[in-house]
Structures are given as C-alpha cells and as structure tokens.
C-alpha cells in the first residue's frame, strides 16, 4: 500500500470543487429556480453530475462499491484526470509499454510530462529488466499497462503486471478497455490489494455503445474522490446516461453480441492464415486481429480501394495491419478482397 493522499498534487489536494446547482439539491421533486435552466423543453435539465443511479447499475453489474466508481465521457476522461491530479507539468514522467494506445502519450504531451518508453518484446510482453531500473525514479508518477493491449491484441502476463504493483511507490493504470472479450479475469478483483491501481474499462467496445462515450475508472476512493473534484460538472449527458443504464439492463443482448464477436474471432483468424500474402496472424484477447504481411502500405491502399477501412499500423509495429472483427457479411467481404487481389 503507498500513501496517496503525498502522490496528488498539493494545488489538487487544497482545490474547493465547482458546486454545480445540481450538487446542492440532489433531489428529484420540486420546483426547480435554481440552475438558470429553461423551464420548457424535454431535454432542459441538467443531468445528475455524480451518475448516480448508473453507478448503481455499475456498482451490481461489477461487484464494486459505488464510491470506488469513476464514469466518464470515454476512458479518455479518466487518462487525462491522471496527469491533471497526479503530475506537476514540466517536472514529472509517466512510463508507457510500447507499441500502445496513442492517447497515453497524447495527453502527456499536452500536460507537459516527459514519457519513459519501454519497448514490448518481440512476443508483445513487458521486459521486467528493462523496467526494473525505472521504477526507482522519483519522479515517475504514472504507469500505464494496456491490457489486453492495443494494437497488439494480447495480455500482458500476470506476474510482470503484479510485480510493477507491488514495486512501484506511484500510480498504476491498467487499461482493460477489451477485458471483455478475454478469458482472463479483471484486475477489478485486486482493487483491495493495491491502492496504487486504477483500472480502466468502457461501454465502447464489447458492449457496442461507443457512441455514447461512458468511459469507467475504478480505484481507491481517494482517488476516485479527486476526479470527481477534477472533472467537468455535467460530464455524461442525460441521454449517454439513459443509454447505457438501458443497455446494462439488457444482458442477453450483450452476451448474445459478445458471442458473435468471438465466435467471428476465431473463424477470421484461421481463414487469415490461409491467405497467401498474409505472413503471421498475431493472437488476440480482444475485438481486432493484428496481422503481418510483405506489404502493409500497399495492401491498405488496395484494401481502401475496396472500400474496406482498417488500421494500418506500419508507423510503429512494422508491415502490420489491425483488423476489427466486424459482421460474418463484413468478414468474408475482407477475406474475399484478400484471396483475390493478395
């Protein structure tokens, strides 16, 4: 366990919050003169700055206590709060595992803090004797683990993850934004063991609702409590909140969708394999399929010129392309493009 409350910037931890009209009366009967809001129109009140009726949603969906539950407009929220409460720009370093998701690195750069980069190894998992002399410097705050990770698709091992928890006086975020499509089980169930975790999930990938940007951070409250003081003071709409409370209220159509995608997975890898021009097809834990051919440039543009849009991910893991897994009609469109143009 290490001591939060001397990671938080003193500036965060001295901050008297916005009080918004809806934080002093969280109440839902009244007449309400109280938030300049226009008394006319189906969409004219603020909404709930807390989500309070979707963190109980949440809280009995995942087993975790409501006051450990962080929602915001997608996980990029969450990863931008990190940096505002936890680093002091121009003066502290986050470390990140790459390749990667690009927003880790994107929001550093805005909040001037200096990244430590270490490379994956060639089978896409952290290198702990690379890692090791880092997590000495005092002045890293942040470390950032995608797992499963984005855009290689796989896990990252057990162990290295829990050493970094247990050897590491800062904050850990482990990005579970495809846990969902992954035998494994969350990091959500270590919660109580490492107050330095914070875990990051979403409602846009498995459970389909990317549009509605909701994005879920869970950790120790005290955390939790600074990004609420942090945020913005409406930062879900009435109608993201509405969404997604409805969509959790409907398993059987998750799991159902869940399924597919997995059931897509598995047959998309194997017919990949068979494809002439493609050279390896990585595993995957999550809703994408990360694949080398001879040519990824190449292969994009005919795949474009078929009206088939992927990722062309040459810029940091060489000649590879990331797949989503999409529909059954969507995938024999892509593999019938790649037997024969390839």
């Known amino acids: ?6 990671h938080i910037r003193k500036n965060i931890l001295s901050l008297k919050p916005y009080a918004s009209a809806r934080d002093e009366f969280s109440g839902t009967e009244g007449i309400f003169l109280d938030a300049n809001e226009n008394p006319f129109g189906n969409l004219n009140r603020y909404p709930d700055p807390l989500q309070s009726e979707l963190k109980k949603k949440i809280s009995r969906l995942k087993a975790i206590p409501e ?28 470390l990140l595992f790459t390749p ?7 929001a550093a ?29 005092k002045q890293l705050k942040l470390i950032f683990i995608c797992s499963p990770n984005n855009p290689t698709g796989n896990h990252m091992r057990e162990q290295d993850i829990d050493f970094i928890l247990q050897n590491f006086n800062g904050i850990v975020i482990l990005d579970e934004a495809y846990i969902d499509f992954s035998k494994r089980q969350s990091y959500l169930q270590k919660l109580s063991e490492f107050n330095n975790l914070i875990v990051i999930q979403t409602f846009s990938k498995a459970w389909g609702m990317a549009g509605a940007r909701v994005g879920m951070a869970f950790a120790h409250e005290q955390i939790i409590g600074s990004m609420n003081k942090v945020k913005s003071p409406y930062n879900i709409s009435a109608l993201s909140q509405a969404a997604i409370r409805s969509r959790i209220s409907d398993l059987t159509s998750f799991e159902s969708g869940l399924h597919a995608v ?3 997975r598995e047959l998309l890898s194997m017919r990949l394999k068979e494809v002439r021009s493609v050279k390896k097809v990585h ?11 001879e040519d990824a440039d190449r ?25 989503t897994v999409g529909t059954p009609e969507e995938n024999a469109e892509l593999l019938n493009v790649f037997n024969q143009s390839m």
């Open 100 to 106: 990667t998701y690009g927003m880790y690195e994107v």
């Open 67 to 94: 006051q450990a539950i962080f929602l915001g407009n997608g996980s990029d929220e969450a990863i931008d709060l990190c940096f505002r409460i936890f680093c002091e720009p121009g003066e502290h370093k986050a």
């Open 1 to 6: 366990m290490i001591d939060i409350k001397t």
């Open 283 to 293: 595993p995957s834990d999550s809703n994408f399929i990360l694949i080398e051919v």
């Open 262 to 264: 997995l059931a897509e």
């Open 109 to 137: 750069a805005i909040h001037n803090t200096e990244v430590i980069k270490v490379p994956l190894t060639d089978d896409f998992q952290i290198d702990l004797e690379k890692v090791k002399p880092v997590l000495n410097d």
């Open 299 to 323: 292969v994009y543009q005919q795949l474009i010129d078929s009206k088939i849009v992927v990722r062309n991910r040459s810029n940091s893991i060489k000649n590879c392309l990331r797949i």
